[in-house]
């Protein structure tokens, strides 16, 4: 906000929460990413599902798929306070340790689902073959580990690309259409080996 006061041009990738007019927005839809996740972890037939991962609007879209499917959400299968590798390893080690444990998880991002996974297979948990995990982001790595994680793709290139785009019409004066103001990039299922039919 500073530097808008000051003039300076400013796009906010994958941040929300601003008037558009002052500070275009560039972002994913995440909501949806996470929807999408949970929506297909149902289709194979999961019905106890956790959410591993702090942010508002992935858990939102995660809640709205199970409501959809008219499932009940667990107050126990939410691992709220948890970012990164490290916090994923932490939440499959209590997953691990539950007597009854959910089926499926959606996380974060892929970090969170690649600690989520460690720490499983660690405790002899197998996955996919007791507990499926999905993340968001589809990073490089996601392709690679084993298993190979299913993942929402998050265009995070195009993104940059058009936030760029969107900059440099700042700098240059020209003004911006509403879509350019909040341009919202969809979402893709990336279907690996870390899912499956329950």
């Given amino acids: 906000i500073e530097l808008v006061k000051q003039n300076v041009p400013v796009v906010f990738v994958d941040r929300d929460g601003v008037d558009h007019d002052l500070i275009p927005v560039v972002k994913s839809d995440v909501y949806h990413a996470a929807y ?9 037939g999961h019905k106890n599902l956790a959410f591993a991962g702090q942010s508002l609007e992935r858990l939102n879209g995660f809640k709205s798929a199970l409501m959809k499917h008219q499932l009940e959400l667990k107050e126990e299968n939410i691992y709220y306070d948890y970012l990164k590798m490290e916090g994923g390893y932490a939440v499959g080690k209590k997953i691990a340790a539950r007597k009854e444990k959910p089926t499926a998880v959606v996380c974060l991002n892929d970090e969170i689902a690649i600690g989520v996974i460690q720490a499983l297979i ?3 948990v197998e996955v996919p073959a007791e507990i499926s995990v999905i993340g968001i982001d589809n990073i490089k790595m996601a392709n690679f580990y084993n298993p190979s994680l299913t993942t929402v793709n998050i265009p995070v290139s195009q993104m940059g690309k058009k936030a760029a785009e969107i900059l440099l019409k700042r700098i240059a004066g020209k003004s911006l ?4 103001k909040f341009f919202i990039f969809p979402t893709e299922l990336i279907i690996r080996d ?3 039919k329950f």
């Avoid at 999408?36 to 194979?44: T, V």
């Avoid at 259409?177 to 350019?180: A, L, R």
């Fill in 177 to 180: 259409s509403d879509k350019e």
């Fill in 36 to 44: 999408q996740a949970a929506d297909y972890l149902i289709s194979l």
């Fill in 194 to 196: 870390s899912s499956r």
């Fill in 122 to 124: 660690a405790k002899k």
